[in-house]
C-alpha cells in the first residue's frame, strides 16, 4: 500500500491541501488565544477583584459577570458560531473563512480562560494577601504583585489546556466555514471518502495537540 | 503608642473583642497572651487596620485607625510591619525579591532597596541566603526573611502574629534573641501574640491575658507571674502533681530577689522543720529569673512556715484553695 504511486499522491494532497491549512489552523489559533488571552486575563482580575471574598467585593456586579461567564461557556462552539453569526457579519464583513472565525472563537474562549485564571488567582494563599495588606500595598499592586506572580503556574498550565481545547474548536469551525485542518479534514476527507486526506488531517491534529502540551510543560518547568 | 478605650468588634452574635482597654507605651515589648479564640489576633489585626472594629476607639500615636481613608490607612500601614505564623513569603520570588516586595510597592529607587536590603539581611543573620527561594530555607531563616520584610520600611511598630508557634523550641528561642535584639537596637515597640507561655516570659516586659475577647489581667510579667491569677493558670494549667494524703500543700514563688538566694533550706534549717517537696522549677525572664516550688508541710507548722516567708518576703499559696476555687468556678459555669 505505501508504494512509490501512493507516496506521490500523498505529496501531492499535503503539499496543495494540507500543508497551507496546517498555517491556517495556526493563524486562527495563534490570533483566538492572544486575543482571548488578553481579554480573559483582563476579566479574570476584575472577577477576583469583586468577587464575594475578593480584595473589593461588589456583589452585583460579579453577579452579572459570573452569569455571562456561565452562559457563553455553556454554549457547544458550533452553535455560537451560528448564533452570533450577525454580529460576526457586522463586525468582520462575512461569516466564512478565518477573519470570520476568530471573533467567535475569541467570545468563546475569553470567558474560559477567564475563569481558570480567578480560579488560579482563588487559590493563592489568603495569608500572603493579608501580609501584603499589612505593608500598605494597594488592591492592584497585590493583583500584580503577588496574585499574579505567585499563580503563574497554574497560568501556564491553563493556557495550555485551553489552546488545545481551541485547537480543537478551530477545527470545529472549519465545518461552518472556517477553512484550516477542520474544513480539509471534513470536506476533502470524510465527504469526498479520502481516507489519506482524513487520517493524515488526524494524525497532524494529534502532533500538534502533544506540541502545545509539550511546550507547556517545558514552560511550566522551567518555571 | 497604642491606647485602646473600650474597644469591642463581634461577627453577628459572637463577640470577638468586649470592651477592651490597653495602654502600650513606645519601644515597649508588650505580651498578648491567650487561648486560641481569645480575641488576641483580631486585637492585633485592629492594630494596623486589617480589620475594623465596631465600637470603642484605638489609638497609635494619637490616630484612631477606624477614622482612616483608604489611602491614608495605606500610608498608616507602612509605619506598622508585621510577622505571621505562616511567615507568608513569596514562594516563586527569592529571599531578596521578597524583602524588596513592600519598598517596591511604594516606589523606592533601586539603588535604597538595594541598599536597605543588604542591611536588613545582615542585620536578621542570613547574609548567605539573599537569592535562595523560600522553600530552600528552613522555618527560622524563614520568618527571619519576614522580620526583614516587615523592617523594610523602617516601622515604628512591629506586629508578630504567633510568629514563632509553627517553630521548634530552639528555633523559637533564636527568633525571640532577634526581636529582643531588634527593639534594643532600633526602639521599635514590639507587639507578641502567641499562646506560648515560653515567649512571653523571655521576651515581654508587659502582657495582658486574653479570655473570650477580655483582658482579664494584665501588667509587668513578673507580677502577672507572681501574681499567680485564675486566669495565668488557667492558661498554663495546673501540673498533675500527686500530693501526699496528709498535710498542706504550698505554693512558693520565688522572685528576682529570692530566686537566687537559698531561702527554703535555710528555712527549713532555721526552724527545724521538714517538708516534702514535690516540684519546682526555675525560669529565665527577659529581666530576671523567676521560680516556683511546690512543697508539702506539716498541718502543724504551717503557722510557723507561712510566718517565716512571710517576714522574708517570699509569695506563696496555698494550693488546696486555688485547686478549691477551679472546681467552684467550673461548678458555676455547669450552672
Given at each position: 500500500?505505501?508504494?512509490g504511486?501512493?507516496?506521490a499522491?500523498w505529496?501531492k494532497?499535503?503539499?496543495?491541501?494540507?500543508?497551507?491549512?496546517?498555517?491556517?489552523t495556526?493563524?486562527?489559533?495563534?490570533?483566538?488565544?492572544v486575543?482571548?488571552?488578553i481579554f480573559?486575563?483582563?476579566l479574570?482580575?476584575?472577577?477576583i477583584?469583586?468577587r464575594?471574598?475578593?480584595?473589593?467585593?461588589?456583589?452585583?456586579?460579579y453577579?452579572?459577570?459570573?452569569f455571562?461567564?456561565?452562559?457563553?461557556?455553556s454554549?457547544p462552539?458550533?452553535?455560537?458560531?451560528?448564533?452570533?453569526?450577525?454580529?460576526?457579519?457586522?463586525v468582520?464583513?462575512?461569516t466564512?473563512?478565518?477573519k470570520?472565525?476568530?471573533?467567535?472563537?475569541?467570545i468563546?474562549?475569553t470567558?474560559?480562560?477567564?475563569?481558570?485564571?480567578?480560579?488560579?488567582?482563588?487559590?493563592v494563599?489568603?495569608?500572603?494577601?493579608?501580609a501584603?495588606r499589612?505593608?500598605?500595598?494597594?488592591?492592584?499592586?497585590?493583583?500584580?504583585r503577588v496574585?499574579?506572580k505567585?499563580?503563574?503556574?497554574s497560568?501556564?498550565?491553563?493556557?495550555?489546556?485551553?489552546?488545545?481545547?481551541y485547537?480543537?474548536?478551530?477545527?470545529?469551525?472549519?465545518?461552518?466555514?472556517?477553512?484550516?485542518l477542520?474544513?480539509?479534514?471534513?470536506?476533502?476527507?470524510y465527504q469526498?471518502?479520502?481516507?489519506?486526506i482524513l487520517?493524515t488531517?488526524?494524525?497532524?491534529?494529534?502532533?500538534?495537540?502533544?506540541i502545545i502540551?509539550?511546550i507547556?510543560n517545558?514552560?511550566?518547568?522551567?518555571? | 503608642?497604642?491606647?485602646?478605650t473600650?474597644?469591642?468588634?463581634s461577627?453577628?452574635?459572637?463577640?470577638?473583642l468586649?470592651?477592651i482597654?490597653?495602654?502600650i507605651?513606645?519601644?515597649?515589648?508588650?505580651?498578648?497572651?491567650?487561648?486560641?479564640?481569645?480575641?488576641?489576633?483580631?486585637?492585633?489585626r485592629c492594630?494596623?487596620?486589617?480589620?475594623s472594629?465596631?465600637?470603642?476607639s484605638l489609638?497609635?500615636?494619637?490616630?484612631?485607625?477606624?477614622?482612616?481613608s483608604?489611602?491614608?490607612?495605606?500610608?498608616?500601614?507602612?509605619e506598622?510591619g508585621?510577622?505571621?505564623?505562616?511567615?507568608?513569603?513569596?514562594?516563586?520570588l527569592?529571599?531578596?525579591?521578597?524583602?524588596?516586595?513592600?519598598?517596591?510597592?511604594?516606589n523606592?529607587?533601586?539603588?535604597?532597596?538595594?541598599?536597605?536590603?543588604?542591611e536588613?539581611v545582615?542585620m536578621?543573620?542570613?547574609?548567605?541566603?539573599?537569592y535562595?527561594?523560600?522553600n530552600?530555607?528552613?522555618?527560622?531563616?524563614k520568618?527571619?526573611?519576614?522580620?526583614?520584610?516587615?523592617?523594610?520600611m523602617?516601622?515604628?511598630i512591629?506586629?508578630?502574629?504567633e510568629?514563632?508557634?509553627a517553630?521548634d523550641?530552639?528555633?523559637a528561642?533564636?527568633?525571640?534573641t532577634?526581636?529582643?535584639?531588634i527593639?534594643?537596637?532600633?526602639?521599635?515597640?514590639?507587639v507578641?501574640?502567641?499562646?506560648?507561655m515560653?515567649?512571653?516570659?523571655?521576651?515581654c516586659?508587659e502582657?495582658?491575658?486574653?479570655?473570650?475577647?477580655?483582658?482579664v489581667?494584665?501588667?509587668?510579667?513578673?507580677?502577672?507571674?507572681l501574681?499567680?491569677?485564675?486566669?495565668?493558670?488557667?492558661?498554663?494549667?495546673?501540673?498533675?502533681?500527686?500530693?501526699?494524703?496528709?498535710?498542706?500543700?504550698?505554693?512558693?514563688l520565688?522572685?528576682?530577689?529570692?530566686?537566687?538566694?537559698?531561702?527554703?533550706?535555710q528555712m527549713?534549717r532555721?526552724?527545724?522543720a521538714?517538708?516534702?517537696?514535690?516540684?519546682g522549677?526555675?525560669?529565665?525572664?527577659r529581666?530576671s529569673?523567676?521560680?516556683?516550688?511546690?512543697?508539702?508541710?506539716?498541718?502543724?507548722?504551717?503557722a510557723?512556715?507561712?510566718?517565716?516567708?512571710?517576714?522574708?518576703?517570699?509569695?506563696?499559696?496555698?494550693i488546696?484553695?486555688?485547686?478549691?476555687?477551679s472546681?467552684?468556678?467550673?461548678?458555676d459555669?455547669?450552672?
Amino acid at each position: 500500500m505505501f508504494n512509490g504511486e501512493f507516496c506521490a499522491e500523498w505529496w501531492k494532497y499535503f503539499n496543495g491541501i494540507i500543508g497551507p491549512s496546517i498555517f491556517s489552523t495556526l493563524r486562527m489559533l495563534t490570533a483566538t488565544m492572544v486575543l482571548a488571552f488578553i481579554f480573559g486575563f483582563a476579566l479574570s482580575i476584575i472577577l477576583i477583584i469583586v468577587r464575594p471574598d475578593g480584595l473589593d467585593p461588589h456583589k452585583r456586579l460579579y453577579k452579572v459577570l459570573d452569569f455571562f461567564v456561565n452562559m457563553v461557556r455553556s454554549f457547544p462552539i458550533i452553535i455560537l458560531i451560528v448564533a452570533i453569526s450577525p454580529l460576526t457579519r457586522a463586525v468582520v464583513g462575512t461569516t466564512i473563512g478565518e477573519k470570520a472565525a476568530i471573533l467567535p472563537l475569541t467570545i468563546a474562549a475569553t470567558p474560559f480562560i477567564a475563569r481558570i485564571f480567578e480560579n488560579a488567582f482563588a487559590q493563592v494563599d489568603k495569608q500572603l494577601i493579608e501580609a501584603a495588606r499589612s505593608f500598605g500595598a494597594s488592591n492592584m499592586q497585590i493583583v500584580f504583585r503577588v496574585m499574579v506572580k505567585e499563580a503563574i503556574p497554574s497560568l501556564v498550565a491553563g493556557m495550555t489546556l485551553t489552546t488545545i481545547s481551541y485547537l480543537a474548536a478551530t477545527t470545529i469551525a472549519g465545518a461552518v466555514g472556517a477553512g484550516g485542518l477542520g474544513a480539509v479534514a471534513l470536506n476533502y476527507g470524510y465527504q469526498s471518502f479520502n481516507n489519506v486526506i482524513l487520517y493524515t488531517a488526524v494524525i497532524i491534529l494529534c502532533i500538534m495537540a502533544q506540541i502545545i502540551q509539550g511546550i507547556g510543560n517545558f514552560i511550566y518547568k522551567k518555571l | 503608642m497604642i491606647k485602646a478605650t473600650n474597644l469591642k468588634k463581634s461577627y453577628d452574635s459572637l463577640n470577638v473583642l468586649s470592651d477592651i482597654n490597653l495602654t502600650i507605651q513606645a519601644g515597649q515589648v508588650y505580651g498578648l497572651i491567650g487561648r486560641s479564640g481569645a480575641g488576641k489576633s483580631t486585637l492585633l489585626r485592629c492594630i494596623n487596620g486589617l480589620e475594623s472594629y465596631d465600637s470603642g476607639s484605638l489609638t497609635v500615636d494619637g490616630i484612631e485607625v477606624n477614622s482612616l481613608s483608604d489611602k491614608e490607612a495605606r500610608e498608616f500601614k507602612r509605619e506598622i510591619g508585621m510577622i505571621f505564623q505562616q511567615f507568608s513569603l513569596l514562594n516563586r520570588l527569592s529571599v531578596y525579591e521578597n524583602i524588596a516586595l513592600p519598598m517596591k510597592c511604594w516606589n523606592y529607587k533601586k539603588k535604597h532597596i538595594d541598599k536597605r536590603i543588604k542591611e536588613l539581611v545582615e542585620m536578621v543573620g542570613i547574609p548567605d541566603k539573599l537569592y535562595a527561594r523560600p522553600n530552600e530555607l528552613s522555618g527560622g531563616q524563614k520568618q527571619r526573611v519576614a522580620i526583614a520584610r516587615a523592617l523594610s520600611m523602617d516601622p515604628k511598630i512591629l506586629l508578630c502574629d504567633e510568629a514563632t508557634s509553627a517553630l521548634d523550641p530552639n528555633t523559637a528561642k533564636s527568633i525571640i534573641t532577634l526581636l529582643n535584639e531588634i527593639n534594643n537596637q532600633l526602639g521599635i515597640t514590639i507587639v507578641v501574640v502567641t499562646h506560648q507561655m515560653s515567649v512571653l516570659r523571655s521576651a515581654c516586659e508587659e502582657i495582658s491575658i486574653m479570655e473570650n475577647g477580655l483582658i482579664v489581667e494584665s501588667g509587668p510579667v513578673e507580677t502577672v507571674f507572681l501574681n499567680q491569677s485564675r486566669a495565668l493558670s488557667n492558661l498554663i494549667g495546673n501540673k498533675d502533681l500527686i500530693f501526699p494524703k496528709s498535710g498542706v500543700n504550698l505554693k512558693v514563688l520565688l522572685s528576682r530577689e529570692t530566686a537566687e538566694k537559698t531561702i527554703v533550706t535555710q528555712m527549713s534549717r532555721e526552724l527545724d522543720a521538714d517538708f516534702m517537696i514535690l516540684g519546682g522549677e526555675t525560669e529565665r525572664y527577659r529581666n530576671s529569673v523567676l521560680g516556683s516550688l511546690i512543697i508539702n508541710i506539716p498541718v502543724e507548722s504551717f503557722a510557723k512556715i507561712t510566718n517565716y516567708m512571710d517576714c522574708h518576703h517570699v509569695v506563696w499559696k496555698n494550693i488546696e484553695d486555688e485547686i478549691n476555687t477551679s472546681n467552684e468556678l467550673e461548678e458555676d459555669k455547669r450552672v
